[in-house]
T-cell receptor, first 108, second 115 residues
Framework: GQNIDQPTEMTATEGAIVQINCTYQTSGFNGLFWYQQHAGEAPTFLSYNVLDGLEEKGRFSSFLSRSKGYSYLLLKELQMKDSASYLCGPRDDYKLSFGAGTTVTVRA | ETGVTQSPTHLIKTRGQQVTLRCSSQSGHNTVSWYQQALGQGPQFIFQYYREEENGRGNFPPRFSGLQFPNYSSELNVNALELDDSALYLC??????????????FGPGTRLTVL
């Protein structure tokens, strides 16, 4: 089975940095996705890690440690539009599992 | 390039009824996955279709079934609806042979309410 843990909520101010941690236990592993989901909208792709280490893409970075079953998403220079739910999704072959998501609220 | 579309946007049914939800994949994609997202939860994998055949299934009972058509559009059918089936149903399409890590593109979802 799958067990995916991430914090429920996080709050930060505009311009700050926030790190969303995710731990997972899955029967198989082929990589880990992060998706962003604004309220009432579809999830949109942010990043994908298949090897250990840090992947940087603009203001967003994602880190993976396969041996620890751990990933984090780093959001830098926070903007109001970054207020959303962030979903951690380990992939096992064809199957993508998601955690409950972390709701990030950015305050002015 | 046309994105993933779903219909209807919202739907209200009563217990015991049957429902069909529809998804049109992004142009050129050959794989579609369906997810159920309850309020406050992450999407839960229902099943995936690849080239018109079921490619894998999550922990959902047989009353959840699907079809994928030659044009890669697809349907999710749910029989004998239960109150707990109330959720947002998302479909996501991808290109299985892509080098882009099988990134899944999600549709806007269908909000199903079972009374």
């Amino acid at each position: 089975g799958q067990n995916i843990d991430q914090p429920t909520e996080m709050t930060a101010t505009e311009g700050a940095i926030v790190q969303i941690n995710c731990t997972y236990q899955t029967s198989g592993f082929n990589g880990l996705f992060w998706y962003q989901q604004h309220a009432g909208e579809a999830p949109t792709f942010l990043s994908y890690n298949v090897l250990d280490g840090l992947e940087e893409k603009g203001r967003f970075s994602s880190f993976l440690s396969r041996s620890k079953g751990y990933s984090y998403l780093l959001l830098k220079e926070l903007q109001m539009k970054d207020s959303a739910s962030y979903l951690c999704g380990p992939r096992d072959d064809y199957k993508l599992s998601f955690g409950a998501g972390t709701t990030v609220t950015v305050r002015a | 390039e046309t994105g993933v579309t779903q219909s209807p946007t919202h739907l209200i049914k009563t217990r015991g009824q049957q429902v069909t939800l529809r998804c049109s994949s992004q142009s050129g994609h050959n794989t579609v996955s369906w997810y159920q997202q309850a309020l406050g939860q992450g999407p839960q994998f229902i099943f995936q279709y690849y080239r018109e055949e079921e490619n894998g299934r999550g922990n959902f009972p047989p009353r959840f079934s699907g079809l994928q058509f030659p044009n890669y559009s697809s349907e999710l059918n749910v029989n004998a609806l239960e109150l707990d089936d109330s959720a947002l149903y998302l479909c996501a399409s991808s290109l299985a042979d892509s080098t882009r890590f099988n990134e899944q593109f999600f549709g806007p979802g269908t909000r199903l309410t079972v009374l």
